[in-house]
């Protein structure tokens, strides 16, 4: 079952990219972006953002979530599980390994051991170029735009997460995000927004710990963000879990949904197999008090670097680096200092307005 009410994803758009699958093909399975390239990250946006459907944005506005099956192609899935598994084992590894694998927890200062949000967590940039290419897939940035109705977001979050069958409960109540996200708790104004989302890397089935995600239609009405509670338990609310919907989707897929929706994590039933997704998530740039993307311990990191290095200067600009034409670039000792700092990275278009 899919919960936004269209099944399997899209029907072909006519670009004519010859995909061949087992479905029909996704309206966005089209060209990849690939950083440093002919195409900038901004042309890349605007690529994907014509393919976005009105129908999907409505879906968001209305129910404060929207279920994209199979943006990302069978290529592209291809790579995102070779990268995957540069950091966490395959089902088959971790059942051959359990004793080793049962307490592999990742690098995250966000890991929680014995919470239901734990598994094997690292948090964005990751020491793999593809993982976070995907983590600012030119359609995820080109739809948060969208709905945030401007083209300067900044990057919120960033989580690779793998639970694994056995190996936790995962169980969640039904609650919405912002705890770690703001210091206060998200208004309804789009003015200030920070748009979370949650890309499934591995099929998921209704075993397999679904994300459960319930309409705003239910929620906004009752003012259930305003009760002081950010948990609502089954105990406390069991309508509220009679109208959430499971998201039952195969990778590739994303939920795109809004820190004033309530969803929760589910417990994996099945006896074997595990779950890959990637949490991400970008805001409005006018709101201190949103999404700080805790960079203190990465910046430095090998991980920064070579995020910062691969990526194209319209993504660097998502983390919060100085974009192409700042005048933070006008000083030319600065612009050749941070050439220093960062070889790898081609300084010609910030080098453009040093005067
Ligand atoms: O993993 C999921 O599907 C959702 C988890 C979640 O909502 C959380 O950890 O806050
Ligand atoms: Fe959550």
Redesign the pocket.
Known sequence: MTVNGHQNGHAANGAGNGVVSNGDPSRYWVKPFVPNGAESFEDAKARFAKLIRDEDVAHWEEHGYVIIERFLSPQELEKADAAWQTHMPTWDEYISKEVAYKSLAGTSGRHVPGS??A?VRYDFPYANDTLNQLAIHPFLVAFAERLAGRDDLLMSLGHL?G?YAGNGN?E?SL?S?YSNNTLVIPSKDSTWIDIPM?TYLTD?TLDL????VVSHQHTEPRKLMYDGFRHHTREDFPELYEVEKP?VVPAGSV?IYSMRTF????AITAKEGC?I?Q?TGFHTPNAPWMAPMDHQHRMGSAEMNRFLCYADAGQRQLIGFPPVGHAYWNDPDVVEAVGKRYPQIDMAPYRRNAK
């Open positions: 239901t949000a598994g997460i639970k995962f969640q609650h995000d949650i998921v710990g679904p994300t459960y998201a939920i969803h929760r994590g589910s779950r997704v949490f």
